[in-house]
C-alpha cells in the first residue's frame, strides 16, 4: 500500500516527462513534449503535450492534440505500457518513499483534516461537471436536426451512411460553433464537429467531437479533459430496434454506429491501442455472443488479439469478424443492402445457441 498523494507531491512532474518523454522543446516556463499515446500520431513540428497543476494541486499532464493526459502516474503507465501497480512502485522507488500507511492513527488524522474535504469535492466538482455534459449533449442533440446542423447531418448521412433511427437514439449531435451552446469549462468550441456521446442509463457521461474536415496533420477526435470526464473506454451503442442477440465490438463510435444501422447493439472501445482487462470486464457483462469487427491494419490486429485473450481469461470467447482491409463503416459504404449482408456474414462466424433464440430475439 503506498499514499497516492505522497508519490505524486513527491515528483517533479516536469522532470519525470523529461526522463520518460525525452528532452523538452521549448523555454523551461513553458516546456512541451511528444505526446506517450498510442494512438496519437504526431507530424507537427511543435510537440503538444504540457504540464500544469489542477485546481486540486496536483501536477498534471495535457496533450493539446488528442486530450489524453493525466498524473505522474498515468504518464507512466501510457508511456511505458505497464499497469497502475508497476506505474507506482516505479514512482515510488524513483523517489525513495517508504510504503504506507505506517501508523493508522495518522492515516485517519490525514482524513479528518484535509484529504477527506477534498475528496467531497471532487466529488461537487465531477458531479457538477457531469450535469454540465449531458446538457451540451443534449443541446448538440437538437442542433443535429436543425438547420444549422446540416454539415453534420450530411457527414453522418451522406458520407457514413448512418441511419437517422441509429443517430436519434444515440443522442448523436452536431457543435458548429454556436456561441450558445453550454458548452462544459474547459471545452473549447470545436465549430464543424460531430458530437458522439458515451451514454449509461440514459445520461452523457462522455462524449468525443469528430471534426467533421480536419487538417491533414491533425487529430480528427477532440476529447473533454480527465479533468472535465474520465474516458470510460467503452461506449455501448444501441440500434433503434435490436434484431441480433450478438453484440459488435469496433474500435470506435462510428464503427459501432454502423453496426447498430443493421439492427445489432454494438460496443466502441475508444482505446484501441491498449484494450486492457477494464475494457475486457465492461464488455463480459454484456449479454449474448461477443464479436470482434477491428479495423484490418496492425494495430486493429493487435488490439483485437489483445482483446480476444483477455475475454477468454474471462469466459467470453469472442469470434472474429475477417474485415478485408478498411474497416466496418466502409463495409456499410459499399454494401448494397446493409442489414442483410452484416446479418449474413454475422450468421457465417458466429452459429447461434439455442439459449439466445430463446430469448425472443429473432433473426
Ligand atoms: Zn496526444
Known amino acids: 500500500m503506498y499514499d497516492r498523494d505522497a508519490i505524486l507531491a513527491a515528483t517533479d512532474l516536469a522532470a519525470l516527462a523529461d526522463e520518460l518523454l525525452g528532452p523538452h522543446v521549448g523555454s523551461d516556463s513553458h516546456p512541451m513534449w511528444c505526446c506517450p499515446s498510442p494512438n496519437h ?6 510537440p503538444p503535450v504540457s504540464v500544469f497543476t489542477s485546481r486540486w494541486d496536483e501536477q498534471r499532464w495535457h496533450c493539446h492534440g488528442c486530450g489524453d493526459g493525466g498524473s505522474a502516474i498515468d504518464l507512466v503507465m501510457r508511456s511505458r505500457s505497464v499497469d497502475a501497480r508497476t506505474a507506482i512502485e516505479y514512482l515510488v522507488g524513483r523517489a525513495g518513499i517508504s510504503s504506507y500507511p505506517s501508523d ?10 484535509g484529504t477527506h474535504r477534498s475528496g467531497e469535492r471532487k466529488l461537487q466538482l465531477a458531479s ?11 443541446a448538440c442533440a437538437g442542433e443535429l436536426w436543425s438547420t444549422a446542423g446540416r454539415p453534420a447531418r450530411r457527414w453522418l448521412m451522406e458520407h457514413r451512411g448512418l441511419s437517422e433511427g441509429v443517430l436519434r437514439v444515440n443522442r448523436v449531435g452536431a457543435d458548429l460553433g454556436n456561441p450558445n451552446l453550454p458548452r462544459p469549462p474547459g471545452f473549447r468550441r470545436s465549430g464543424g464537429a460531430a458530437i458522439l456521446p ?20 491533425r487529430p480528427r477526435y477532440l476529447n473533454p479533459t480527465a479533468d472535465l470526464a474520465p474516458n470510460p473506454k467503452v461506449s455501448v451503442i ?17 464503427d459501432a454506429l454502423s453496426a447498430a444501422s443493421a439492427g445489432f447493439r454494438a460496443a ?8 486492457d482487462r477494464y475494457v475486457a470486464l465492461q464488455l463480459a457483462r454484456l449479454d449474448g455472443p461477443l464479436v470482434l469487427a477491428m479495423d484490418a491494419d496492425a494495430a486493429g490486429v493487435r488490439g483485437s488479439a489483445q482483446l480476444a485473450e483477455h475475454l477468454e481469461a474471462l469466459q467470453r470467447p469472442p469470434d472474429i469478424l475477417p474485415l478485408d482491409g478498411g474497416d466496418l463503416n466502409e463495409a456499410l459504404q459499399h454494401a448494397i443492402d446493409w442489414p442483410q449482408e452484416l446479418a449474413d456474414r454475422i450468421a457465417a462466424i458466429s452459429p447461434v445457441p439455442a439459449a439466445h433464440q430463446q430469448l425472443g430475439v429473432e433473426r
Do not use: C, M, W
Not at 500520431?41 to 511543435?46: D, F, K, L, P, V
Not at 457521461?205 to 491533414?216: D, E, G, K, S, T
Not at 466502441?268 to 484494450?275: D, F, I, K, N, R
Open 41 to 46: 500520431a504526431q507530424t507537427g513540428r511543435t
Open 104 to 113: 493508522p492513527n495518522e492515516a485517519r488524522s490525514s482524513r479528518i483534516d
Open 128 to 138: 457538477d461537471h457531469a450535469a454540465d455534459l449531458d446538457l451540451y449533449v443534449e
Open 198 to 217: 458515451v451514454q449509461q442509463d440514459g445520461r452523457a457521461v462522455y462524449f468525443q467531437a469528430r471534426i467533421l474536415h480536419p487538417n491533414p496533420d
Open 238 to 254: 444501441k440500434p433503434p430496434e435490436r434484431l441480433h442477440p450478438e453484440t459488435i465490438i469496433t474500435e470506435g463510435a462510428v
Open 268 to 275: 466502441a472501445v475508444l482505446s484501441a491501442g491498449y484494450p
